[in-house]
């Protein structure tokens, strides 16, 4: 016991270092790729480590700020990238950084006299004071905005990288070349920037979020996942995920060379990555089975988004929108201006067609185990305007196609550019403490909430009413 006491007064003052690898794939770095990744092998086999489930939805947004925050997606009331700002048909908001209203980690521990950097973490942009620094992530318009805290400071990062990058022009690409080429110079931009700032900057807490791994995930895993339709062996891109994989083992080696025994050090994702077998044309079917009507039909073989079409809402009962995962909305009388559905007759209608989506069998057939969540049941607390309904096709490995025009309810092209790999519900962790080794304990149960409160205790700062994780310390 008294050996333990004396751990846990050490913790008070101990400093933690973030790696965020956006979409990293924990089978990737604990089992196809361990023995060459040997600064993250290292790291577990001295720490904790295991998979971290995702948020639903499984999307960066709103992914990392429920990690930071200990906010469930309902809490934070972003369901996705865009979100209904009421319950009109086309009223949408981008879920910036202006969105977040739940204080994240480095705002507590701004408060409580600590100094932060933070770097390319998504919906920092507009950027927000903090006790330390900021270069907001990859929803920054460009780098004529202003996007770091404080505003002098993107000058410094300028002189070090004039063209720095807040993330890929383009992911969904047939240029391959062009695209690799992109998110190494992206990535090394970044880490350059990385360097200077953890050695010239005072910290206790540092945060770099890399969105490259999210982008070669999904311009390239039919490139090197023999499971994939697509898959040739041999091709000239097998390599391209295991070399980056490898770069940034690489570079997390040289961080790790510069950091104190004060320090503990955390990698983390923020969900995984898995191939993507097609798509479910979510308004296609919808119109269908007759849940939702136009003024003047679709035609096959002219694709085009819901947006473009002149819905009539008298006769509609429900729509949906695309994506990794489909939301499906539901026309309530009394909610929407046309609304269709009683509202006494909501749950029961909601019950129905779950089920019917839940059913859609896979082009042959067969069941593919699409999952249908409610967000009053899976959040603890629902705020904005949801979805009624949020689906994984085929668990993820189907996305959600809003557009229509496709012939029937299956595609195997992206109706936004090419995109080879879905999200994956658990994604990576691993907490190294060189003050506390371990020996490679796999932790299972690892949840996205609990960064944050495993972050703020470890750093002595008291764990706020209502956050939703629980620290792994």
């Not at 924990?26 to 001295?46: G, H, I, R, T, V």
């Not at 391209?240 to 004060?262: S, T």
């Not at 949801?386 to 689906?391: A, I, Q, R, S």
Request: charged fraction near 25%; include cysteine.
């Amino acid at each position: 016991m008294a050996i333990f006491n004396r751990f846990r007064r050490k913790q008070k003052d101990r400093k933690v270092f973030i790696i965020g690898l956006d979409c990293a794939a924990p089978e990737l770095a604990f089992d196809w790729w361990k023995d060459d990744l040997p600064n993250l092998s290292y790291l577990a086999q001295n720490g904790l480590w295991g998979d971290l489930e995702s948020s639903i939805p499984a999307i960066t947004v709103p992914a990392w700020a429920s990690m930071l925050s200990g906010k469930d997606p309902g809490e934070l009331g972003i369901y996705g990238f865009r979100n209904r700002a009421d319950h009109s048909y086309d009223k949408m908001f981008i879920a910036t950084g202006n969105y977040v209203r739940e204080k994240r980690v480095w705002d507590y521990l701004s408060e409580a006299g600590k100094r932060s950097v933070v770097i390319g973490v998504p919906q920092t942009y507009p950027v927000k004071p903090l006790n330390g620094y900021l270069i907001a992530g990859f929803l920054t318009p460009s780098i004529q905005s202003e996007f770091t805290y404080p505003a002098e400071l993107k000058q410094e990062v300028l002189s070090i990288a004039p063209d720095y990058d807040v993330d890929v022009p383009q992911f969904r690409t047939d240029d391959k070349d062009r695209l690799l080429r992109q998110i190494w110079e992206m990535t090394e931009k970044r880490f350059r920037v990385t360097d200077h700032l953890l050695t010239t900057k005072p910290w206790d807490f540092f945060m770099v979020m890399e969105i490259g791994v999210d982008r070669i995930h999904h311009g390239f895993w039919s490139y090197h996942d023999p499971k994939h339709r697509r898959y040739q062996p041999g091709n000239p891109y097998e390599n391209a995920i295991h070399d980056y994989y490898v770069y940034i083992d690489r570079k997390i080696g040289e961080w790790l060379d510069k950091l104190d025994d004060d320090t503990v050090v955390i990698v983390v994702s923020d969900h995984g990555a898995k191939r993507m077998d097609g798509g479910i044309c979510i308004n296609e079917w919808l119109w269908r089975e007759g849940y939702l009507a136009f003024k003047e039909e679709p035609k096959p073989g002219e694709i085009v988004s819901l947006e473009k079409l002149e819905i009539d809402w008298s006769r509609t009962k429900a729509w949906g929108s695309g994506g990794y995962y489909g939301r499906v909305f539901l026309n309530v009388q009394g909610r929407e201006p046309q609304g269709t559905i009683p509202a006494a007759e909501y749950e029961s209608f909601r019950d129905e067609l779950a089920a019917k989506l839940r059913a859609i069998p896979g082009p042959n057939g067969e069941d593919i185990g699409t999952r249908v969540f409610k967000p009053q049941e899976i959040y603890r607390a629902v705020r904005g305007v949801p979805p009624d309904l949020m689906v994984y096709f085929g668990d993820l490995y189907w996305r959600s196609v809003g557009s229509l025009g496709h012939g029937g309810i299956y595609t195997f092209e992206n109706d936004i550019g090419p995109d080879d790999c879905n999200h994956a519900q658990n994604g990576m962790f691993i907490l190294y403490d060189p003050r506390a080794p371990r020996r490679g304990k796999r932790m299972e149960g690892a949840q996205l909430m609990d960064v944050a409160p495993t972050v703020l205790k470890l750093m002595g700062v008291p764990v706020p009413d209502g956050c939703g994780g629980r620290p792994w310390v």
